[in-house]
């Protein structure tokens, strides 16, 4: 009897732990089917693709590429796994606020368990840490310069009267005037010199005419070129005259217009045995 029972004590226990050994498989199992799920492959053969593709460009770290394919694999088929590439493509590429956003997709879509859920979880811990870090070495924003004398704030009134601008200065009228006067008077004078130019020629044209004196034969045609000449001379004077006296004028005009230059010249008259006219100085 004590045989038997030792028998029958032993197969329970062979029992028991075969069942125990079976019970480990199926969680194991179950635990593997759970981590497959979470990176499965797409159905969709274009999407397949694009995960191949896209893993052959991360293999040789050609990461914008891969996340190109990745992406275009997603909107095919919406998977898990495509999630995760992604985020660790812009982890790779230093993109950690897209790659936390893609990682918790991934966690919130893909419900992974174990070491991958645990390293997911590493990686976005770790990139939240580097966002810290760089936020904190940021340099401090500078303030605002303050604003110019004659501007007013916000709710602040300017002052009920400013200083006068200063005039700006421009050429006096009677410098203008001058200089009108002035271009009259050359004029004038240009005139004299083409009359006195015609004077001569007349007088030249009346000594071809009668080359001798008494003139023969052609004493009246001489005698009107003569007068004609004289004429001409006449007129050339009183050009040179009257231009002569404008250019005088323009110049007292134009020394007397500017008040500040030129305030202290004197124009006064002047005669002597040698000069009659008008004399301009400075007054000190």
């Not at 694009?50 to 997603?74: C, D, P, Q, S």
């Not at 997709?105 to 760089?134: C, H, W, Y």
């Not at 045995?273 to 301009?280: M, P, V, Y």
Request: glycine share 8%; proline share 8%.
């Amino acid at each position: 009897m004590k045989a038997t029972n030792q028998e029958s004590i032993s197969s329970r226990g062979r029992v028991f732990a075969l069942a125990s050994l079976f019970v480990v498989g199926m969680i194991s199992a179950l635990a593997n089917t759970a981590h497959a799920d979470a990176l499965a492959r797409p159905t969709n053969p274009v999407a397949h693709e694009h995960v191949k593709t896209g893993n052959r460009y991360y293999r040789v770290r050609e990461f914008e590429k891969a996340i190109e394919e990745y992406k275009a694999g997603a909107v095919r088929e919406d998977a898990p796994v495509f999630y995760y590439n992604l985020g660790q493509c812009y982890r790779n590429l230093g993109r950690y606020e897209e790659a936390i956003w893609q990682y918790e997709r991934f966690l919130d879509r893909g419900k992974p368990t174990g070491k991958l859920e645990a390293s997911v979880k590493k990686f976005i811990a770790q990139m939240n840490d580097e966002l810290e870090k760089k936020a904190m070495k940021q340099p401090p924003a500078e303030p605002a310069p303050p604003p110019p004398p004659d501007s007013a704030s916000p709710g602040q009134m300017l002052p009920a009267s400013l200083p006068p601008a200063e005039p700006r200065r421009g050429m006096p009228l009677q410098q203008k005037i001058a200089i009108g006067v002035g271009t009259a008077g050359a004029a004038t004078v240009a005139l004299g010199i083409v009359l006195g130019l015609r004077a001569r020629s007349f007088q030249e044209d009346a000594d071809e005419v009668c080359p001798t004196s008494p003139c023969a034969g052609r004493a009246d045609e001489a005698n009107e070129l003569i007068d004609r000449g004289k004429m001409s001379a006449r007129y050339a004077n009183v050009a040179f005259g009257v231009g002569g006296a404008a250019i005088v004028g323009a110049t007292v005009l134009w020394i007397t217009g500017s008040p500040t230059e030129h305030k202290n010249t004197a124009i006064v008259p002047q005669v002597s045995r040698s000069f009659t006219g008008i004399a301009a100085g400075l007054r000190f």
